[in-house]
C-alpha cells in the first residue's frame, strides 16, 4: 500500500491577484467607453425626434402658404398638432414654436425639456423654410 505524503503542499492553478485586477480595471475602461457611447447614442435619437417633428412643421407651414401666401407664426394656424410631453404622458422631449414668420420667410424651432449634461443649457435646433436645420445651441 502506497502512502501519501500529507506534508506535501500541492499547487492548486489560480490567478494571482494582479491578474485579477488588471482584467477589473479593462472592464471599467471598456463599461465608460460603452457608456460615453451609448449616451451618444440616446441624444442623436432626442435630436432626430425633434428634426423629424420641425420637418412636419415646414411641411405644414408650406401648405399654409399655399392657400394664405404667408406663413403662419401660430402652430395652431398650420394644424401642427404639438407631440404629448413624456411629462404629460406622452414620448415628446421637446418644446415647439415659431419664432418669426412672414410674406416669404419662417423659423420654427424646437428646445429640448431635457438637460443631456446637467450644466442648465437646453438643446435648441431651428429650422426655415427651405428646410435648413441649423442646430443654434448644442448640449
Known amino acids: 500500500m502506497k502512502m501519501k505524503n500529507l506534508n506535501k503542499k500541492t499547487k492548486l492553478k489560480a490567478f494571482s491577484m494582479n491578474e485579477v485586477l488588471i482584467v477589473l480595471v479593462i472592464v471599467g475602461i471598456l463599461s465608460s467607453i460603452a457608456i460615453a457611447s451609448y449616451d451618444g447614442l440616446i441624444i442623436e435619437a432626442y435630436r432626430k425626434e425633434a428634426e423629424t417633428n420641425l ?66 443649457v437646453f438643446e435648441v ?7 435648413k436645420i441649423n442646430i443654434k445651441i448644442e448640449d
Not at 55 to 80: A, G, V
Not at 125 to 131: D, P, R, T, V
Open 55 to 120: 420637418e412636419i412643421i415646414k411641411t405644414h407651414q408650406n401648405k399654409y402658404y399655399m392657400t394664405e401666401r404667408e406663413y403662419s407664426n401660430e402652430l395652431e394656424k398650420i394644424k401642427f398638432k404639438h407631440p404629448t410631453k413624456k411629462a404629460e404622458g406622452g414620448n415628446s422631449n421637446w418644446t415647439y414654436s415659431i419664432l418669426e414668420a412672414g410674406k416669404t420667410s419662417f423659423i420654427a424651432q424646437a428646445v429640448s425639456d431635457k438637460d443631456y449634461d446637467g450644466d442648465g
Open 125 to 131: 435646433i431651428e429650422i426655415n423654410q427651405i428646410g
